[in-house]
């Protein structure tokens, strides 16, 4: 049914039903799940605001409190006390962080006069890694969680929807079909490589320009991609179309 929430063991190729739309909606109701760092809940997004529930199906989803139907999540800190997410304006979108411990005051992190979108913590904690348009073009920047505000910028040709490696030593994101990553060196500021090309295919985006629609294994060297289903072209050829005329239509004149 639309809206309804899946997980799938990798492992067994085997489905299990996490979150069941009951209104008989016909649009998805539940959408942009992400797990917690620990793998123990899923976070997502419902017509009215975000929510959290046991990764295992028990128990009841929570409200996250402070969240919008807006609102869009983007991940969790690793230590698992804040959501940073994407709350959609008229003029774009601005990345917000909230606490999961209560505190309904989301705090804004990248707010600019344009799209930023696709937030995502390293696993240190120390940075958040995200889109933005405000120069014209989607880039994926880096910024520091605890210093002053400033960005460095970590694509050069336009990217999108940026995930870090689980070591945190590379920041892989999205130009067009191509996949791209970058080098992070560990310091008191980044040290960023040059964009290199990891493959280029054509694969899915998703409903949005920002948030990742794919994933990265946990030793990094495999994807799990969305591929768009085969559009397949047909062309109908028509004989004897002036007699089938005749037989529908006998009163009709030529």
Request: net charge neutral; hydrophobic share 35%; no cysteine.
């Amino acid at each position: 049914m639309a809206g309804d929430l899946w997980v799938l063991d990798i492992t067994r190729s085997t489905f299990s039903r996490l979150i069941s739309e009951q209104t008989g909606a016909t649009f998805r109701a539940n959408t942009f799940p992400i797990f917690t760092p620990d793998g123990t809940r899923v976070v997502f997004k419902t017509r009215t605001n975000l929510r959290w529930v046991n990764a295992n199906g028990s128990g009841r989803p929570q409200d996250i409190p402070g969240t919008l139907a807006s609102d869009f999540p983007g991940s969790i800190s690793p230590d698992g006390t804040l959501l940073t997410f994407v709350r959609v304006n008229p003029r774009g979108g601005d990345v917000y962080v909230v606490s999961l411990n209560g505190d309904p005051n989301p705090r804004p992190v990248v707010e600019t006069p344009a799209i930023d979108g696709g937030p995502r913590f390293s696993p240190d904690g120390r940075w958040l890694a995200y889109a933005s348009n405000d120069t014209n073009q989607l880039q994926v920047y880096l910024r520091s969680l605890a210093g002053p505000e400033r960005r460095w910028q970590v694509s050069t040709d336009g990217g999108t929807s940026p995930l870090w490696s689980r070591d945190g030593r590379e920041l892989f994101y999205r130009s067009g079909d191509r996949m791209m990553v970058v080098e992070v060196s560990p310091g008191a500021e980044p040290g960023l490589s040059r964009p290199r090309i990891l493959f280029e295919q054509a694969f899915a985006y998703g409903t949005t320009i920002t948030t990742p629609n794919y994933d990265v294994r946990p030793d990094g060297q495999s994807f799990l991609m969305v591929r768009e289903p085969a559009q397949t072209a047909r062309l109908n050829v028509v004989v004897n179309w002036f007699s089938e005329l005749a037989r529908l239509a006998p009163g009709g004149t030529r």
